[in-house]
């Protein structure tokens, strides 16, 4: 198993925040023993991205979920989660998402990271092997101990939601 160093909070040219860094374990299985380990596509990215670990090519038809393997599994420290999100470009471009966006790996999970994608497009959309489907995000968490009360606090809000701020 090799250490995979994550960035968290990089200083940028401005001068904002310290550097801090967080260990994530990566261990390639069987399936994607070939496939480059997930990486940072700019020096600004926020996630890494996540390849295809299929053995033959895909086909989601439209309107069709799968279960996508990425031949990563991952250990992450306690207090962090990687959230797994689509790619901008696969939905714009061929109506490509994740049912369950975002995805959560938590930190005592260590099985294979699977992406669920939808074909919410108009044409049959092909996965091959090493795509990038997928980009993953290392957050920090936190615990929260639950109060239950009879009433909440008010807000100017309110119970206000689903569009009750309207669209302008």
């Known amino acids: 198993m090799a250490a995979f160093r994550l960035n ?12 801090q860094r967080v260990v994530v ?7 994607g023993h070939d496939l480059p ?51 901008s470009g696969l939905a714009l471009r061929h109506g490509i998402g994740m049912v369950n966006a975002p995805g959560t790996v938590d930190s005592d999970y260590r099985g294979e990271i699977g992406v669920i994608l ?12 090493g795509d990038r489907i997928a980009q993953m995000v290392i957050a920090r968490t936190c615990r929260v101990d639950l109060e239950e009360v009879s009433r909440l606090d008010n807000t100017s809000r309110g119970a206000g939601g689903f569009g009750h701020s309207g669209l302008e």
């Open 25 to 31: 374990r990566i261990m390639r299985i069987e399936e």
């Open 37 to 87: 380990l997930p990486a940072y596509a700019s020096s600004g990215a926020s996630g890494m991205d996540l390849r295809a670990a299929v053995r033959e090519p895909i086909t989601l038809e439209p309107g069709e979920i799968r279960l996508i393997p990425t031949g990563i599994a991952v250990s992450i420290p306690e207090g962090y989660e990687a959230q797994v999100r689509p790619r």
């Open 118 to 129: 939808v074909n919410w497009g108009k044409e049959p959309f092909l996965v091959r092997r």
């Open 8 to 19: 968290a909070g990089s200083p940028t040219k401005r001068g904002a925040g310290l550097e």
